[in-house]
């Protein structure tokens, strides 16, 4: 049964009690993963070191990570966070699949109302690297037609119920980075996924002409139904964060959220180069990603967890990227940069701007 639920706020609730009450479950279930699962599991990991009589500041991971991988305590934390994983998609995506004409004709009604448009290129030539189900998200964020609302609807139990209003996307935007002549025209969203951050960007910027720009069809199109249900006027397209199709030297900001970890090491220096095209002199690039090179934890259990994310979770190229610093990357393509105030949850801020 569909009901029309209203909004918590800015973000519509989904049309089911019974999908809303499961999410709360598996809201729970996740939050007692990363505490009380993890406690014990960091004691396991110290007392793995101590027997294997290894410095933790200095210890490679392959010196440890099979036996943090095979020990009972730390397997049992791993097993309970990856089935929390795949609760959290299954249950959107059956609510959607089961609905599916519904939701279809639902998205259909807003293809082309404004304020904002929608570019759809469902016949472009995908990269190699964007056809992996990151997150193990079913169908990935290409594969899917209900793509958006799935990680909509499932992200929000990733960030623990603390992002329900789009709160981390609306904090970037207060704190970014900005150009040192205070112009500010045109801004760029690049990997925008489902256009959190591109409409937290159109609010604080009312001024300025907004795109939100992903590979993924589906999120796109999902992204400019929120946009429009929001009444913020953002350009939506699906575009190639390495081929943007803009004009040299024709933007003043271009901002990237959590994108370049799920790229591999060549896309990730195809799309530096592009932004640094397409920014004018002056322009800035602000990135908020994960820390990289030497700014990475030393912490043997953060590590051996990132390894695990990095294999069971899809994240293809999230251990390639943190093995070089990200602003080296920057510099390769001739920005000037910079290392921001951390972010939500600790998450590194990386600002390049292009010299003068």
């Not at 279809?104 to 290129?121: C, S």
């Not at 623990?160 to 112009?183: C, H, M, S, V, Y």
């Not at 959190?196 to 604080?204: F, G, I, K, N």
């Given at each position: 049964m569909l009901t029309d639920r209203g909004f918590s706020k800015r973000n519509r609730r989904v049309r089911s009690l019974d999908v809303e009450s499961y999410s709360d479950f598996v809201l729970g279930f996740r939050n007692w993963t990363y505490n009380d699962l993890d406690k014990p599991a960091r004691e396991r990991a110290d007392e793995i070191m101590t027997d294997l009589r290894l410095n933790a500041e200095d210890a490679p991971l392959d010196a440890f990570r099979d036996q943090f991988h095979d020990d009972p305590v730390i397997a049992t934390r791993i097993r309970a966070w990856l089935s929390s994983q795949q609760l959290m998609w299954q249950n959107v995506l059956d609510h959607y699949e089961q609905?599916?004409?519904?939701?279809?004709?639902?998205?259909?009604?807003?293809?082309?109302?404004?304020?904002?448009?929608?570019?759809?290129?469902?016949?472009?030539?995908?990269?190699d690297y964007v056809k992996h189900e990151i997150h193990i998200q079913p169908g990935g964020y290409t594969g899917n037609d209900f793509a958006g609302p799935l990680y909509h609807y499932g992200t929000n139990t990733?960030?623990?119920?603390?992002?329900?209003?789009?709160?981390?996307?609306?904090?970037?935007?207060?704190?970014?980075?900005?150009?040192?002549?205070?112009?500010?025209?045109?801004?760029?969203?690049?990997?925008?996924?489902?256009?959190?951050?591109?409409?937290?960007?159109?609010?604080?910027?009312?001024?300025?002409?907004?795109w939100g720009l992903d590979v993924g069809g589906p999120l796109v199109r999902y992204a400019h139904r929120r946009a429009v249900e929001l009444?913020?006027?953002?350009?939506?397209?699906?575009?190639?964060?390495?081929?943007?199709?803009?004009?040299?030297?024709?933007?003043?900001?271009?901002?990237?959220?959590?994108?370049?970890?799920?790229?591999?090491?060549?896309?990730?220096?195809?799309?530096?180069?592009?932004?640094?095209?397409?920014?004018?002199?002056?322009?800035?690039?602000?990135?908020?990603?994960?820390?990289?090179?030497?700014?990475?934890?030393?912490?043997?259990?953060?590590?051996?967890?990132?390894?695990?994310?990095?294999?069971?979770?899809?994240?293809?190229?999230?251990?390639?990227?943190?093995?070089?610093?990200?602003?080296?990357?920057?510099?390769?393509?001739?920005?000037?940069?910079?290392?921001?105030?951390?972010?939500?949850?600790?998450?590194?801020?990386?600002?390049?701007?292009?010299?003068?």
């Open positions: 609905h599916k004409d519904f939701y279809h004709a639902d998205m259909q009604d807003v293809d082309d109302k404004g304020p904002g448009t929608l570019e759809l290129n469902t016949g472009m030539d995908m990269p990733f960030y623990k119920g603390q992002n329900n209003e789009d709160e981390f996307q609306f904090g970037i935007a207060e704190t970014l980075a900005k150009p040192r002549d205070g112009k500010i025209e045109r801004i760029v969203d690049i990997g925008c996924g489902i256009g959190r951050l591109s409409v937290a960007l159109a609010e604080t910027f009312p001024d300025a002409e907004v009444g913020t006027p953002v350009h939506f397209a699906q575009r190639l964060a390495e081929d943007t199709k803009f004009e040299d030297n024709s933007i003043d900001i271009v901002a990237a959220y959590i994108l370049f970890h799920e790229v591999s090491e060549q896309g990730a220096k195809d799309i530096v180069k592009e932004v640094f095209r397409i920014l004018r002199p002056g322009g800035v690039f602000d990135v908020t990603d994960f820390h990289t090179g030497r700014a990475r934890s030393n912490d043997p259990y953060r590590r051996f967890m990132g390894w695990i994310d990095h294999v069971y979770n899809a994240e293809r190229w999230s251990h390639q990227f943190g093995q070089k610093d990200f602003l080296d990357t920057l510099r390769e393509a001739g920005f000037e940069v910079e290392k921001g105030e951390n972010r939500h949850w600790g998450i590194a801020c990386y600002i390049a701007r292009k010299p003068e």
